[in-house]
């Protein structure tokens, strides 16, 4: 272990001698320096290796080693001018492997004075922060709160899980589960898991932008397939299937984002017998099914509850319908699938906080969950209809897709040619937030789109005061 | 949009006719079928490739459309067998993305009759569980703490962060910092957005199997550097960066996993220096910096505190020193390279859970914290005083390393030719967990090791006695 030093030794002799050579002179052979300096053929060939990454030599493999023009320049403090030659080293186009517009600009809290009707997180006055408060002080508290839970999630909240999304017969059982930090994690562990960097991944058009950001953060290339008034179209899902060769969908059954779509009866047989013939997994983010408004009609079971071959990766997160900050979500998977998944969350970020689970736990537990949710489903629909009056009183020019009783998303088609840049920075000019289309397409925009939420506004009279300022925008934009 | 519905009802059409066809025989062309069902060929390209898809008929272009040999059936219920050849288009071997041996047989949790010389996560006693509790029920009901936070994280917990790894006059600011959802999370997000998929990455030899496998999961080469008395050898860490052209080095400069090693001096100046000269990150693991024993002399500031030009990644967790549920972890970095974490960790996962964030800034803004590190430092040196005698009396025929005055490790170095594995079975059969050495190494291991940790077990005295087992192991296996 002494080679070390005498390495050092020799390379510091080096760079003293250094001074001596004019620029590009060759140094004394190996040989030589092996008989001056009393050492091994390793440890000049170390040495001069040393100095060749400082800059001082170039060796020239067969002719020898010579003094460099000058040495490399230290970058002078405070210059982290280099960093862009290494960071470009991602891939041929130099782009980073996240790309990450589409999701930091849904996260951006808006200024005070603007409206929001551009976040999918509820105001505060929808969620149960009283509940949550207490849920969190008695999860601190709890015997073995602090220590480690296990890799998979704990087992009560396991539980829960699996009752909550097979129901009393969905044939799920706990080992089912796999408890993650918050949905956009879970499907970062799904898709990292399910198919391998390069490979295609077929997605819903248009779809959430978490999900096209997350596809090619994991390497994949999204396809996508378009959605009608039924959901995901079947028939060109069965030719993506063969002409891609994907063993990936990613879908969102209900009340799509951004098209608050449901898929039908039909369609939802079609879609699991299609990625059965393919041998393909259906990642099914059943982000919405806790946001279902008071007036909706019984809502289809998820996927996964239909589903004994382990062919639905199901993810539930409670973010939407609890608080953006109870960064809790279950996977559903079955068999090798859910093994790989486990595998990657321990690699990735080993286990999802103990007390938050715990926490979880005391809040879905509590009666006052159940009440919470009707409470919320009456807001989401009040706000639903406060949303579509709006709509049709200031801008009937633009008539949205049906809104849905699900959810919280109008999907605004524009005029074929509309510049939906142009409104969305007129509209924040207007001070209202709102969601340009193009973000949600895995390729070209068929048409311009605008999304809105009605879930983030203070109040019912300030989410249609924002479709008020809309509306002036869009006649200032129009009429240009 | 009503194109969806004609194709289906011509699939549908063609299934129910599929049995008067024999096997292999071809079916109607293209433009028979567009006559006899008034479609367009489109409508019949994708009814034909929805069969195809059901493994009803074979297209063999130029050829025509022919009735399958049999139907592919369906997977009988319950059978998650297909999943095996899904999941094998994973790399040219079907190894899975994500291999998480190493990392899951850390986070086990070990019979209750098996004394833990394992685990690095200290036992409870020495964790401050009631500050826990008690900075969790404050931060749940602090004003907006169940709001969205900032993708970066809290901008108080940033600032204290900033201070405690730069120190008054180390030139961190706020904006530095990212906050990650605990170490194993931060050094992901660090090794995802620093280097492409397929580029080497030098990592010490032997070093923690948590980082092997987090640059496995990215898709990068580990390259091992090995490691000495002074640290990392900066004579072979130059030949490295020179043959592999790597442009990322992950290290533990500060009580290195598991040799306890702390980098000298002199080997500091020059790890950051050939960093420099190639161009490359070096992602600082200060996972023991909160670990020092109360005996430990003046610890080296962090690598990240002599770095004003962004080659430092400095990843700083708490999870060591308060509890593995506080899964809070702060990432420094500058430039380019800071955008890139935050978006990948914005892609990943959003955001951390603002109340976890919220309690750390309690828990280390109380006095009690720094109390509770001078605690904790007495102690983990009374624990490493136990384990060195321990080891003397009972093991002598193993003299390990001389343990650090800090962190928890003792790295065994066994004879030439031992078997590590055998031996390590026979420990848990005498009732004592150990961890093998061969995880550690990136490669081949040069000699068979044993790593023990001396902050898991119940007590010290439990912790001799788990020694005592462990020596009744070595004797039963080096016997035979």
New interface residues.
């Given amino acids: ?1 002494n ?2 030093s005498s ?2 030794e020799l ?1 510091e002799t080096l760079r003293l001698q250094w001074d001596r050579y004019p620029s590009g002179e060759k140094l004394p052979s190996s040989r030589l320096l092996m008989e001056q300096h009393r050492v091994s053929p390793v ?1 000049v ?3 001069i ?2 100095l ?4 001082l030599v170039i060796a020239r493999p067969g002719a020898g080693v010579f003094r460099a023009e000058r040495p ?1 320049t ?2 002078a ?11 470009s ?3 041929a186009s130099g782009a ?5 517009t589409g ?2 600009a849904t ?1 951006t ?1 808006p200024p005070v004075d603007v409206i929001d009707l551009n ?1 999918g ?1 509820p105001h ?1 006055s929808l ?1 149960p ?1 009283r509940g ?6 008695r ?3 709890r015997p ?8 998979e999630g704990l087992a009560e909240l396991r539980a829960w899980f699996a009752r909550e999304i097979g129901g009393p017969e969905g044939g799920l059982a706990a080992s089912d589960v796999l408890i993650a ?2 949905g ?2 879970a499907l ?1 562990v799904a898709l ?6 390069g ?1 295609p991944v077929l997605v819903e058009s248009p779809t959430y932008p ?1 999900i096209l ?2 596809a090619r ?1 994991a ?1 994949l290339r999204p396809v996508p397939v378009p959605v ?3 959901g995901l ?4 899902l ?2 993506a ?3 891609t060769g994907a ?1 990936l969908l990613v879908c969102q059954p209900l009340f799509q984002n951004p098209t608050g779509v449901t898929l039908s009866d ?1 369609r939802r047989a ?1 879609v699991l ?2 990625a ?6 259906v990642v099914e983010d059943d982000y919405a099914r806790l946001l279902a408004h008071a007036d909706a009609p019984a809502l289809p079971r998820p996927l996964a509850a239909d589903d ?3 062919v639905v990766v199901h993810v539930r997160s409670l973010t939407k319908a609890a ?5 809790i979500a279950a996977v559903i998977a ?4 859910y093994e ?1 998944l ?3 969350q ?11 689970q715990e ?1 979880t736990l005391e809040l879905v537990s509590s009666p006052a969950w159940s009440r919470h949710l009707r409470t919320l489903g009456v807001g989401l629909r009040d706000r639903r209809q406060t949303l579509a009056t709006a709509l049709a009183q200031h801008l009937p020019a633009l008539p949205p897709a049906p809104l849905a009783a699900g959810g919280y998303l109008a999907w605004l088609r524009l005029p074929h040619g509309s510049d939906e840049s142009a409104l969305v920075s007129a509209a924040l000019r207007a001070g209202v937030g709102v969601t340009p289309g193009a973000p949600y397409f895995a390729a070209e925009p068929p048409e311009p789109h605008l999304r809105l939420s009605h879930v983030a506004a203070v109040s019912s009279s300030q989410l249609a005061e924002g479709v008020a300022r809309l509306a002036a925008a869009w006649a200032a934009t129009s009429a240009l």
Same sequence: chains 1, 2.
């Fill in positions: 272990m080679n070390g390495v050092a390379a440890t060939s170390r040495a290796a040393l060749a990454a400082e800059g490399r230290r970058a403090a405070g210059d982290v001018s280099w960093q862009e030659v290494t960071l080293a991602h891939g980073p492997l996240a790309e990450a999701v930091l996260l809290v976040s997180y505060a969620l922060e949550l408060a207490d849920a969190l002080a999860a601190g508290r073995g709160a602090w220590s480690r839970p296990p890799v930090a918050g956009q994690s970062t990292r898991s399910l198919a391998p960097p490979a978490g950001a997350v953060a390497g009608d008034g039924e179209r079947t028939d060109l069965a030719h299937f063969t002409t063993r039909r079609e017998e299609l059965r013939a393919a041998g393909a997994f004994p071959d382990g608080s953006p900050s109870l960064r079955r068999g090798p699938a790989r486990r595998a990657t321990a690699v990735d970020s080993f286990f999802v906080s103990r007390p938050l926490a």
